[in-house]
């Protein structure tokens, strides 16, 4: 598999935050933090948020990184406008309902090897090998990772490099807007639960599993300019620059694009235009790479006959 694919997939949806949700964490002596890109202009004085319109409906859609950093903050004023004027929030999970010692339990209960079964007994031994070494590289105990499947493993591996970078889940876009939704009482759906989107990741074939692994461990050196350029990107507005993360990514992969985006994007669209119809405006958050491409949301309202603008 290419470089972050997987990765970048995890640091771009709402997979992660529910799992490992916590505290902003200072950076340890074990990592260094990602300089915050606070000089990034939006291209065109456009940020990646959309409105889409029809008639007199209209709703909002804002492409999501997921865990940031203090630093990003405060958020462009076009993004707080959009959102103050919105009736309700939508977001790939609502929240505020998330029980995060609950969603972990599922996690554990999903990504844990019964008795007598670990990564040891049920990897090829070419493939645990490059496993424990890439733990002992990073100082990672591998007691950590034996009894949890690949695909979790691979969570928690990034959410420590998250951690020692800087960024938390709990200051990510969707925690914000969460929060702010709180403050004002409005209201907030949620598209899918979080039990869904551990079935998704649970359900990945142990191939695609052990090279997510794998690659979480062998491609830490590139973390911090990876997440740099993503929130580069993000805070221009740079559709093209997203475009390209998702066709390095998935180009060779269209099952794993199909399944973790492509689909959730065509379930998530009926809702979408139900809601947009129904006479009250909402404020849309979702990944950002749910956005772009042929078969993101943007493309999707443009083929549905609405008027898209990025603001």
């Not at 935050?17 to 990592?31: K, L, R, Y």
């Not at 493939?127 to 493993?153: N, T």
């Amino acid at each position: 598999m290419n470089k972050q694919a997987i990765r970048m997939l995890l640091a771009l949806t709402c997979l992660l935050t529910p799992v490992f949700a916590h505290p902003a964490t200072a950076p340890t002596a074990a990592g260094t933090a990602v300089a915050a890109p606070a000089a990034a202009q939006a291209v065109g004085g456009r940020h990646f948020l959309w409105r889409i319109s029809k008639g007199r409906e209209t709703l909002y859609l804002l492409g999501s990184i997921h865990a940031l950093n203090p630093r990003d903050y405060p958020l462009p004023a076009e993004m707080e406008t959009a959102f103050r004027r919105s009736t309700a929030l939508v977001e790939e999970i609502n929240l505020t309902t998330v029980s995060p010692e609950r969603t972990r339990r599922e996690a554990l209960r999903l990504g844990s090897y019964p008795k007598g079964k670990s990564l040891l007994t049920e990897l090829p031994p070419v493939v645990y090998a490059q496993i424990a070494a890439g733990a002992r590289k990073l100082g990672i105990d591998m007691e950590r990772l034996e009894h949890v499947r690949p695909w979790l493993g691979s969570i928690a591996v990034l959410d420590r490099q998250l951690t020692q970078a800087g960024f938390s889940p709990s200051d990510g876009v969707d925690y914000h807007f969460a929060s702010e939704a709180q403050t004002l009482h409005k209201p907030i759906i949620g598209l899918e639960t979080p039990g869904y989107q551990l079935r998704l990741l649970a359900n990945l074939p142990a191939r695609v599993q052990q090279e997510m692994l794998l690659e979480s461990l062998n491609e830490a050196g590139n973390f911090n300019k990876e997440m740099h350029d993503l929130i580069t990107a993000w805070k221009q507005g740079d559709t093209a620059a997203l475009e390209k993360i998702r066709q390095r990514d998935f180009g060779n992969y269209p099952l794993i694009y199909k399944l973790l985006i492509a689909d959730r994007n065509r379930t998530w669209m009926p809702r979408l235009e139900r809601l947009l119809r129904s006479g009250r405006r909402y404020f849309v958050v979702v990944g950002a790479l749910h956005l772009v491409g042929p078969d993101g949301l943007i493309a999707r309202f443009e083929k549905a006959g609405y008027r898209v603008a990025q603001l």
